[in-house]
């Protein structure tokens, strides 16, 4: 799980924030509804690699979580768990970086 903290967007939600992920990642990922309880949307690779998403308003700013799953619930279910956690560990970690950097990096955010 990485977590990025930007100054203050309030008017940045869930929707909001998908929406600009769309247009980063138009063409290299899915972005998405997650289907996962307490996660605004999924930025996909495959049906084995993703990053689900949640946006949090505090007093200190804007929050973004996000936290490497399966994203296929067929695969989830038949290959989920700590061996698959084990395998896929490194691929979510990598995607969850290159997230962060862009919430950095991104000028509406500044």
Do not use: C
Not at 36 to 64: E, M, P, Y
Not at 96 to 104: D, G, M, P, Y
Request: aromatic share 12%.
């Amino acid at each position: 799980m990485a977590t990025v903290t930007v100054g203050k967007h309030p008017e940045f939600d869930g929707m909001k924030a998908m929406e600009l992920f769309r247009k980063k990642f138009d063409g290299k990922y899915r972005v998405g509804k997650a289907g996962i309880l307490g996660r605004d949307f999924a930025v996909n690779k495959s049906g084995w690699t993703g990053v689900t998403v949640k946006v949090k308003q505090d007093a200190v700013g804007t929050t973004f979580v996000f936290t490497g799953y399966i994203p296929s619930i067929l695969n989830r279910v038949l290959f989920g768990g700590l061996i698959a956690s084990i395998f896929l560990r490194g691929s979510w970690k990598a995607m969850e970086n290159e997230i962060a950097t862009f919430v950095q990096n991104a000028p509406e955010l500044k």
